[in-house]
């Protein structure tokens, strides 16, 4: 293998809703994202094409990256005062880890993401969530960490205070940490059923956390197993300079927007990564991309001017691919390697562009060598996406 | 002749406990999500109710230390839920969750989502608890008083339904203002399936019967006998009226175990050496320590019990066990009364305990335990029961297939699922209410 890192590259989709694009809601208006049989289609859609992941959004974008303003509130997206009804464009938001849960026994594949924020929920709950989301799915499970800053969040939990908007990474981090240790509360073998003593597990194999930060404690140890995987994989999208530190410190998978800025941020990344202690193969980078596709050109342009029309994005600096599934591989295959190993794509509207990504776009990059003509079957996502299995930090020498 | 009264079955899957015999040679996986497709498909192929799942969010400790006897290790009870949706259609999805340890509204999107995901299927049975033990494990700690766990509770509940009714053509904004629950926002989901989710409720104190008559649509309790439970049974029932209420409104549903045999000797048989797996020697000793509240480990489980007064000084040993609280508050009294019976039949440390722990509520033949539970019923002790089988995954096998179509023949359980949603199953289909009016902020 000369260079693992783009010829295989890894593609990866976020799930938000019913599309990335304001427009998206109104295209398809209505309230398929709260019935399992949308989010099964969906999944079938992206199994169909052995996409390494997929991410399942906790509300709209602007909820998501933390850049919402307090008027637009968790769990669906602001009223569209331009539309006729104050209900028109709202989408249901169903609970993103349960959703994933759902759909983990009906998919085999592809690995399951769903967002999670840290300021308004338990360590100890998003940690047996996840473990036994990788339960379910045998070790097909991850974390897309969502660290909200906005102010309005401690009113979703009240009477409990949540940190100040200056310290919710810091507070981001420790529950990161107490979620890793709980991971790791169960060594792999502290289930013995030792009838000869009577046992059902075997106490020196099973670790008090003890973890005590300035934001929360954490006694443990989980009530859960350890996950097939050991550790799933935990993901940090990078918006700026603090969720760049926490990837860099916990994160196995970071999402940098593509764009201009997209190799510079990744060497910085890997540079925190380095001054963090950690190898730089533990931390995976992938490009985020906004996408409109069509068979043709213009097809693809005029979709993306009908949806700019009904509805303009909320950011016009994220960067989105218009094109058709040939250029779009292209356009990948150009921008990986240099330290980032695929893209997670954020279809403007699931129902239209995520087929042509699984039908079109997965064939043209196997048609230029960049994916596995076959696809790559692995025991774990960890394995698909080049992690080895992580060694327990509670357990003792190998017994 | 009138028609039976209809009974109503649900499945626990075994819990985390001794009940739950992982030395059987049939014992499997408590963890692997097929053992939970097992059992919740046998129940659902048998027409229950609903498949249950109980909630410990701290592991047992004893002395000190963690415990290691029992069954140890479950997942996150509404994600297997969610996943258990994907390969059942009909039967019930229900989870106990403490109102401590959650948030309001966190939860009433998840239980939201498994009755969208669901089609209407989902159900919880609402604890509420105080026990600084578990909360170790939280952001929070132990931070609610035993006498105000009902007030987080009520208000927990009113703020949870307020979500689930929150969505309509004008939005979704929701404010709850309590001294337990202070909330506000807006709630992400379309009306639910069932409107507002099937809620049980499990507490026996006369604030647990008090607030389950006022919202419970089910009740999960301990009075498994014909006497005590009539006397429950007509207590709570009573109760309803004054929130007008109708008495098949409130479902009373005992947690029992069984054994089945070919005939009710060799049940009985069954029963003992079942009994003998879930005691052993360790376990027996452990039981004791938890009365006695002493390091008891220098006894023989075969010998004789104990000289020595339990210990009324030191801290309990055996913490996040309600099993132990209970026993500790008459723990002088009962030991005697325990040495006594002990002396009078001869017993060793194991045998005692054996005998005066859960023997188990049905023993029978299959022909024996459909009347038993038939009879159960048809006396007002109860309307049915969540029966916990001892083996994970197939301890339910037998009763499906060998007592239900019993209790068919007699007319007094479903031959298929009427409605698509476990409201439906229970029977306990109503009118929505308008959202109660918000309880005066506490001083």
Known sequence: MTDPSWRQLTLAVSLSGVGSHPAAGRAVGSLAPATWRHWTSVIAEAERGGLELVTLA???????????????????????????????????????????????????????????????????????????????????????????ERESDGKYVGPRSVPPVADRFTEAAEHIESVRRLWDSWEDDAEIRDAGTNRFVDRERLHHIDFEGHWLSVKGPSITPRPPQGQPIVAVTIEGERSLRLAAAQADLAFVAA???????????????????R????????????????????????????????????????????????????HMIEQAGDGVQGFRLHPAVIGDDLPLIARRVIPELQARGARHPDGVRAPSLRARLGLGHPTNRYAASPR | MSAPRQIHLAAHFPGVNNTTVWSDPAAGSHIDFSSFEQLARTAERAKFDFFFLAEGLRMREHAGRLHELDVAGRPDSLAILASLAAVTARIGLMATITTTYHEPYELARQLGTLDHLSDGRAGWNLVTSSDPFTGANFRRGGYLPYDRRYERGEQFVESVQL???????RGSRFEYDGSQVRIAGEFPLPPLPQGRPAMIQAGDSDAGREFAARHADGIFTRHGRVQDGV????DVKGRLERYGRQPHELVILPGTTFILGDTDAQAHELALEVRRAQVSGPHAIMFL????????????????????????????????????????????????????????????????VIEMTGRQSFIGSPQTVAEAIDAHVQAGACDGFILIPHVTPGGLDRFADEVVPLLQERGAFRTDYEGPTLRDHLGVTRPLQPPRPQPARAS
């Open chain 1, 279 to 330: 190898a730089p193969e533990q931390v995976v980078v992938l490009a985020d991309l906004g996408v409109v596709l069509s068979d043709d050109d213009g097809g693809a342009a005029d979709r993306a001017a009908q949806l700019d029309g009904s509805a303009p994005r909320d950011d016009a600096g994220d960067p989105a691919f218009v094109g058709t599934p040939a250029a779009l591989a292209q």
């Open chain 2, 163 to 169: 979500l689930w009714d929150a969505w309509s053509e």
């Open chain 1, 58 to 148: 906790d509300g709209p974008p602007e909820r998501a990256s933390g850049r919402a303003t307090d008027g637009q509130l968790n769990g669906h997206r602001p009223p569209d005062p331009a539309a006729g009804s104050r209900d028109a464009g709202r989408l249901p938001w169903l609970d993103p880890a349960l959703v994933a849960c759902r759909v983990a026994p009906v998919s085999v594949a592809v690995g399951l993401l769903p967002e999670i924020p840290t300021v308004t929920t338990e360590p100890f709950l998003v940690s047996t969530q996840l473990a036994t989301l990788d339960h379910v799915s045998d070790g097909r499970a991850g974390w897309s960490v969502i660290v909200s």
């Open chain 1, 259 to 277: 764009g201009p800025a997209l190799h510079g941020t990744t060497r910085r990344l890997a540079e925190a990564v380095a001054a963090a202690g």
């Open chain 2, 289 to 352: 320590e938890q009365l006695w509240n002493r390091d008891l480990s220098s006894y023989d489980p075969d010998g004789p019990l104990p000289e020595v007064d339990p210990d009324l000084t030191a801290q309990v040993r055996a913490e996040g066990s309600a099993q132990a609280r209970m026993l500790q508050r008459e723990a002088v009294e009962t030991a005697a009364r325990w040495r006594a019976r002990a002396e009078a039949g001869n017993l060793s440390i194991r045998e005692l």
């Open chain 2, 231 to 234: 006397r429950f049974y007509a």
